[in-house]
Every structure is written in structure tokens, then in C-alpha cells.
């Protein structure tokens, strides 16, 4: 990461060059909720183009599924959601922010761990109050800690009045949608053990604390897959999976090595064999991106006893029968659009004066050309940069800019990561050719018009 990054530029780049906004900002936005504005929807379509090639696409033992967001209540009471997916809670009692207590423990060097109760949170959060200070307004008074569900419940289908007792629930997690289609998707297509179901979409979450920009936010996407294995084979399979992980951020997105790192989970739940997360060195420190864990066959005999449905896989090629193990790849789409942004941010100094590029891989630039005339007044020039924009935004993202001199035309492609300016002047018209700058390098050269697409297909494939 380039050294002059911080939150506070990645924020107001976002904001300024439309790639991120807060949700409802004319009404003062929505705490933990964010849009994507034109740059941002295609970074995302990038990022999760990517994926499903990596995840999809490239792997004969892997298929595509969509499933639904709502799904039957008792999904979340058999996947132990309903019981148990929360975090403690407290209120300062000065300022009435709402804060997760594991997260203010942390804060002065106590580790809570996620499996335990009400009781045991609050004799370690009443032991160190004096050491612990409201993040908002450094206040020393807080609320006694509880427990708080984060599943966000609906009245969807429900048209009675009470229908908080008998809710339903936007998805968690998208991956509980793969589980329930294990049979279905074994049945209707020709995978066998071992093979994965991967998926994209959208999951909510009540999170108490909403920090750092899109990092945390109550409404976010998915990239999950879910691979089921033999309980012999899980532990292979799931070292095969980390590498395949860790190679497709340092090759496929083009993140830098050194900012990844795996953090190894200690205090595993019940049936987990082995979780690791892949941390990303954001400006706040490295934080999860990914989680990459083998979580035995909780899963499916989760859903095998609350649905009375019989998982058992019968393995030809082994003369085995068994419930099938599965290990899972669980990334977010917006914390990875954040990393690669953070990734890629550089400040240079171009003739006494600084620019801002997002130096992006081709794969995921969001326009991957820009086509300039160099005089906007000059119709033979104007109508000469069109044609040439017309043909090849038929083949990939492109833009027609006029507006402004060059240099602020390359100022505002170098902050959205168009690898590539064309320019056409008053030679072009004499000569069929134009001059193609590159973002990182600066350098133009002069490129014959018939050769064009041949020469920006080969650039853009690096
Ligand atoms: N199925 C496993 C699962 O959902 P998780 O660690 O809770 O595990 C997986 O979430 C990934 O989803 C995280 O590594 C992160 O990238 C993303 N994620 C989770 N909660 C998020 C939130 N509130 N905002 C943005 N991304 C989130």
C-alpha cells in the first residue's frame, strides 16, 4: 500500500470520482449502508466477475447457484443463528452510543472469545471498567452487557399484527442457501464428492458498531463456496482451498503479498477442524477479508435433523457411506473492492504537482479506455473520437471525454484507473493514427488506427 494512504482520502476519492456513496445522503444517510455509484457498480461486476471465473468458470468440480434471500424460518433455527449469532452489546450512558463490548475489551488488550455467555462477558467488562472509555465520548459509565441477535427479521408473507413473534429473516449468510440445495444440486447436475456449490449475494446483519466506511455494514455481499468432501479427505481438500485462495488475490485481483496475511482462528466452535482468515493491511490494520474453514459435517446434519432429509452421501469410488464434510470459502464484496482500492491508491509528483491514480489491474479497471479529442471545438476532431468510441465500447467499458484540457482529462482517468487515454488530434486525421497514453507510465506513443484494437485487446489481456 502506497504510504500516503488513508481512510480519509480513500473515503473522499470514493465519494468525489462516484464510487461509493452513503445510502439516502439527502436525507442524511442510513447508518451502515452505502451505495455504489457508477465506478463502484463496475468495480464490484469486476470483482465478482473474477470470482465466479475463479470459483466457477476454471474448475470442473465447482457449479453456480442463485439461491433466495428469504428461506424458511427454520433454516436459521437449524444453522444456530437463532441462538446464537449475536454480539454483546452495551450503551454509554452519556452519550447513548451503542457499542460491542468484545470490541471495547479488545481495544485495551482483552480478548473476549465469541462463545461466551451474557455472564461471563459482563464479570470480565465489570472487572476492567475503569480502563474501558466509550469510543464516541471517552465516558467511563456504561449499561450493564447483553447479548444482541444480529439476524434482521421480516414480516414478509406475514399479515398479522404481531408478527415479531413469528418472523422470518433476510439472509445471514449466503452460503445456509447452498446447504439446503446440497440434494438438489447433487440430483439435477453430474457432481460428485468432492465438488463445491459457490454463490454470490446479498447478506444483512444488525451490526451494532458500523466502522470503517464499508468495511462493516448492515446490508453487504457474498462470494461463498461451500465444497463437500469425504471426512477423509476434508483436511487435503481445505490445504488445497487456502493455497487456491491466497493465489487468486496475489494473481487474479493483483494484490500485493506483503499486505496479505492468515490469521489462524484459537478458539475454534465445537465441530470446526480448522479457520483461517485472510487479513487484509487495510489503513486501520490487517482485518479480515476472507475466511477459509473446514467445518466438518455440522452443517448438513444441522439441516438433515431439523428437516428429517437424509444427507447420506453413498461414495461408489470409496465403498463408503457418509454424511459429506465441508469446507467453505466465505469473502465480502465490498471488503474486497476496499482492499484492492487501498491496494492500488498511489500519490505521484508529475511536474511539481501531485496526481492520484488507482493503479488497477486491467481485469479491474472499471472503463478500460478513455477516448479524448484533443479540441472539443473542432467538429473533424470531435467526430473522429466518437467513431472510434462507438466501435470499442462495444467491446468493452469505455468513455468519450471533451470536457476540459488534456491534462484534466488524464487527472480524472487516473483517479478512476483507466489504464488507457486515446487522443485524437490534428495529425490523426492527416495520418489514421492517435496517440495512447498509459496510466502508470505516462508514456504515449502513436498507434495506427487499424491497429488499435489488436494492440489495446493485447494490453488489456496482461
Ligand atoms: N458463511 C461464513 C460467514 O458468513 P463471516 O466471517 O461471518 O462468515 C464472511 O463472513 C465474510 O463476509 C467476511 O470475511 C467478510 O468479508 C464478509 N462480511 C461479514 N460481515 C460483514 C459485514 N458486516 N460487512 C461487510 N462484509 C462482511
Redesign the pocket.
Known sequence: MDKNVTMEKIVSLCKRRGFIFPSSEIYGGFSAIYDFGPYGAELENNIKKEWWKNMVQLRDDIVGLDSAIFMHPKVWEASGHVAGFSDPLTECRKCHSRLRVDHLLKDVGIAADEKMSDEEINKIFLKNKDKIKCTNCGAKDFTEARKFNLLVKSNLGNFTEDWTKDPVYLR????QGIYVNYKNVLDSSRVKIPFGIAQIGK?F?N?ITARQF?????E?E?M?MQYFTSPDEEMKEYEKLKKYRWDYYVKSLGIRKENLSWKKHDNLVFYAKEAY?IEYNYPFGFK????V?ARGNYDLSQHSKYSGQDFTYVDQLKGKKYVPHII?S???V???LLAVICDVYTEEEVNGEKRAVLKFKNNLAPIKAAVFPLLKNKTELVAKAKEIYDNFKIKFMCEFDDNGNIGKRYRRQDEIGTPFCLTVDFDSLQNNDITVRDRDTMKQERVKIDELEDYLKKKLGE
Open positions: 445471514g449468510e449466503t452460503c447478506a446483519r451490526e464499508i468495511f462493516r455494514t448492515r453487504f457474498q461463498e482468515d479480515e477479508l476472507e475466511g474453514h467453505e466465505s469473502a465480502g465490498g471488503r474486497t
